[in-house]
């Protein structure tokens, strides 16, 4: 059972309160109602609702000052605030007092206020997702330089906390499930594959890999990892999208990396997909192998030149643009992948992933029949990303 989501009406007019109740709930949402400021503050302590709209002209407590105690008291919570036609200075000082939004009344269009709590809400689901990944991610990185101080007594530790930075297997987006192997060549690799949801309606997804090997490369995978944390974040406060523009994105990161004097580059193939449409945006950072698409009019190779992340400090990326409509999947795979074995060229690689890719079943069938994975030694690290259509 689905639950409702319940907002709260402080209104001190029968009318407005009669009229926003009912928009509120066509639109599905549970409305709790006060008169006034006081009664509002004490059904918001006793209810926690999700959100609250506050007039701003009452008697006795008023809105601005019903907003002022939520925002110490609850400030993830979202205030919108009703203002009057000739009050707009009032709402903009609201709007700098803490309010999320505002709307006026009359209103001229009923859905505006659906539309504005469901806005507000949203933002609110968002920054504590993104704080909940903040956390997390601050508490990986502190492990793992902890672990990277310690490397030379402990590379197995390393392993493990770089191992938890990896997305969750099989992890389902809009009509895509996204997997990932690694198998390093050392106890640290200088491979990484990630994927996350960007919002409700994308999905970004990456393979890096940093020149060499062990913890120096892993030191530099790990700064990748919270570069884009970082755009990440961003995004999720509703401060820039670059994150769901990959040639800028990449352009980006390029100077991030450029501009801290490592002695180390990475190659990364980025992409978004936007998962109502399925149509994915990509660029490539000298990504090789080619991300290998198959389906009904494939398989072949997405060729996509670009330069290093890392050496040029005026890099610049293509970005593509490509419709998913006819793709079942999607690999990418590290270049580890073609240096496996000494018994075949480069190219006889690619035409086995070209073969392989389709008739998998999964992206261990596929390791194996590449020949890597656990109990096959390789010379360099080994990064498969398996992206599928699902069925559920």
Known sequence: MVAVTTVLLIDDNDLVRQAFRRILQLA???????????????LFREASPAAVLVDLRMPGLDGLEVLS??????PETPVIVVSGEGSMSDALAALRFGAWDYVTKPLLQSEILAQTVTRALDKARLLKENREHRARLEVLNDQLTKALDEIRSDQEA?????HQLLPP?????????????????????GDFVDYFKLGEGYAGLYLTDVAGHGAASAFVTAMIVALVAKYREAYASGLSDLILEPERFLEQLNRDLFGRGLDKHATMFYAVVELKSDVMVYANAGQYPFPALFGRRYPRFLEVPGRPLGLFPDARYTRGELSLAQVDRLVVVSDGMLSTTTQQTSTQRLDMLLKLGASANDVDALALALGTGEGHPCEDDVTLLFVERSAV
């Open 158 to 162: 390393g392993r493990r906390l770089q």
């Open 169 to 189: 297997d099989q992890q389902r987006m809009g009509h895509w499930k996204f997997s990932r192997r690694i198998f390093p060549s050392r106890a640290l690799s």
């Open 69 to 74: 105690r939520l925002s110490q008291e609850a």
């Open 28 to 42: 599905g949402f549970a409305v709790l109602e006060a008169d006034g400021g006081e009664t509002g503050l004490e």
